[in-house]
């Protein structure tokens, strides 16, 4: 008896939906229903205020010949790419932590910690790091004895790159953090066992630990990319996506459009052409680092 | 591995750590500057004194009014968020219906999007029930967005509880809502503290929402604020640090005291991407 009692309360359809729409409604409503909004407004000439007018794929047809958006794809992917490839010194870091170094948890505490600030402030930080005269990079590069160090955030030709070091800077810990989590999750019988039968560190780490993490280096991969895709905060506030759109990305061009140029159909295009190109990208890492066995402790 | 081997692998170490704290250092100590010390000295050298009033100007200046919106927006939103994502959470994880899996797969949907997709439609959506230039527009944006990975911490720790306490609390005809007010959330406060704090870094760092909903200076939080005072600063560093320590500085006490939590957090947040 007591169980059927149970299931019946434990499936009370008032109480399931008293508990769960409350929560519902707001990620419908503030997240799902913007989202397919955005890919209609994208059908629009609108400038945010006044009446819509129907332009069919106008906007999206512009989107697909305007330069300035493929330089902002090409930056976010570019992005895309060195947020990836350093994750291999990430996991290089994480591997030496995770060899039975003294104080490795404080350490991986100090990594973490330009995580835990604002976009905001990490940009003013660098801004001020970045200062073409009195900047902690340039004083430094003049004190060991470089001539004329580059006025970072005001060239062109270097601008897009320098942003890149404080977006590393930022995520560095968390991904040391994930790796360094996933290989204290390895059984020491395994690495035990390697060095009985004569491998060096080295060996150890690239045949045994890494194989084992794979399936954490995957989700960091499809983090890295995405994240690398939608980024915005830093950019906007350090540059504005400047000098003349050479640090734009796809989010601030988007954003720029809409709230500085009021051109809210076209700039709803452009953000429903980021979802996608999300989406898709997704799609692709994972099925590109998807194998057919996992792998077994 | 020899002597020499593990000095150099230190040395990476100490030297990524180098890398990855001194620029707050450094930020550190010229908000303790004046401007004739930053810019004539080395950019390396300790404040010959440490000018606090810095501080005390930055605040009076308006700083105390950003930090009070921060601190109450990001408070409620981290209530609102916490309660919603466990009472779905419960009868995700706790009640027998058809729909759950569908649902559930709905709220980690939410975890992939990218939030700038978004915002044209909130910010019309907003702009049409007046609620632009109003802070509940935040509390409720925040809310949202930060359920799918609330959720998604909670949910390891709530298929894990035993199924015997559902059952005696309903066999001594216990309800539902007692059961779960009086009995789970209390059960759940270790993972609940955990999930308090990563939304506690979130909304607290947050800035698109706010730079998009808010326009009055006396609504603005942290981050919003912070962007337009350095502006009107713009050349006096010790006045700007001032303004930066001051805004990080409650989320690098909360990490000083909870460290443990924030590494739960985060790398629970991250495991399923």
């Known amino acids: 008896m007591g169980l059927n009692v149970m299931n019946k309360v434990m499936s009370n359809k008032w109480i399931i939906a008293l508990y769960v729409l409350p929560a519902l409604l707001l990620i419908g409503v503030l997240i799902f229903i913007p989202l397919i909004l955005t890919g209609y407004y994208g059908l629009m000439e609108w400038d945010g205020i006044g009446a819509m007018e129907y332009i069919g794929l106008e906007n999206y047809i512009n989107a697909i010949q305007d330069a300035k958006f493929w330089d902002s794809a090409l930056h976010s992917f570019l992005l895309a790419l060195f947020s990836t490839l350093s994750l291999i010194v990430y996991l290089a870091i994480s591997l030496i932590l995770a060899s039975k170094i003294k104080g490795a948890d404080l350490l991986r505490k100090i990594y973490l910690i330009p995580m835990l600030l604002s976009s905001v402030a990490i940009a003013q930080l660098w801004i001020k790091v970045f200062n073409p005269t009195n900047g902690m990079l340039n004083s430094f590069l003049v004190a060991i004895g470089f001539e004329n160090p580059p006025a970072w955030l005001a060239e062109p030709s270097v601008v897009l790159y320098a942003i890149f070091i404080p977006i590393l800077w930022q995520y560095a810990g968390f991904y040391i953090l994930i790796y360094y989590a996933a290989l204290k999750n390895i059984p020491e019988s395994l690495v035990e066992a390697a060095k009985i039968d004569g491998a060096t560190p080295l060996q150890i780490a690239l045949k045994i630990k890494m194989p084992l993490i794979m399936g954490v280096i995957k989700v960091t991969v499809v983090l890295a990319v995405v994240g690398s895709l939608k980024y915005f905060d830093l950019i906007y506030v350090m540059t504005g996506g400047g000098p003349n759109g050479a640090s734009e990305v796809m989010a601030s061009y988007m954003y720029k459009l809409a709230f500085s140029s009021n051109d809210f159909g076209y700039g709803s295009a452009i953000g429903f052409l980021l979802l996608i190109i999300t989406l898709i990208v997704t799609v692709i890492v994972r099925k590109a680092t998807a194998t057919k066995e996992e792998i077994q402790y | ?273």
Not at chain 2, 80 to 97: D, E, G, H, K, P
Not at chain 2, 141 to 149: E, F, G, M, Q
Request: hydrophobic share 55%.
């Open chain 2, 1 to 273: 591995m020899g002597r020499i081997g593990y000095f150099f692998l230190y040395l990476c170490l100490a030297i990524v750590a180098v890398f990855q704290i001194f620029p707050i250092i450094w930020l550190f100590m010229f908000s303790l500057k004046d401007n004739q010390e930053i810019f004539s000295g080395s950019p390396f050298a300790l404040p010959s004194e440490f000018r606090w009033e810095n501080y005390a100007k930055v605040w009076e200046g308006g700083i105390g009014l950003y930090f009070w919106n921060s601190i109450w927006i990001t408070g409620i939103a981290i209530i609102l968020t916490v309660l919603l994502a466990s009472m779905a959470t419960f009868v995700i994880t706790r009640m027998q219906w058809k729909l759950s899996k569908l649902v559930l797969g709905l709220f980690m949907v939410g975890l992939m999007i990218p939030i700038h997709s978004a915002i044209i439609p909130l910010f019309s959506m907003f702009l049409n029930v007046n609620l632009i230039d109003n802070p509940w527009s935040i509390v409720i944006t925040y809310t949202a967005y930060n359920l799918p990975i609330t959720m998604m911490i909670l949910l390891g720790f709530y298929y894990t509880l035993p199924r015997e306490i559902e059952e005696a609390a309903i066999i001594d005809g216990c309800s539902v809502h007692r059961m779960f007010f009086r009995i789970i959330l209390p059960m759940t406060t270790p993972v609940m503290s955990t999930t308090v704090i990563i939304n506690m870094i979130y909304n607290w760092n947050e800035f698109v929402f706010v730079n998009t909903f808010i326009s009055s200076d006396k609504f603005k939080t942290l981050t919003v604020g912070i962007q337009n005072f350095i502006g009107q600063y713009m050349t006096d560093w010790g006045a700007i640090g001032a303004t930066l320590i001051i805004s990080v500085l409650p989320i690098l006490l909360a990490f000083l005291f909870f460290s443990n939590k924030v590494v739960e957090g985060i790398s629970s947040s991250a495991v399923k991407g």
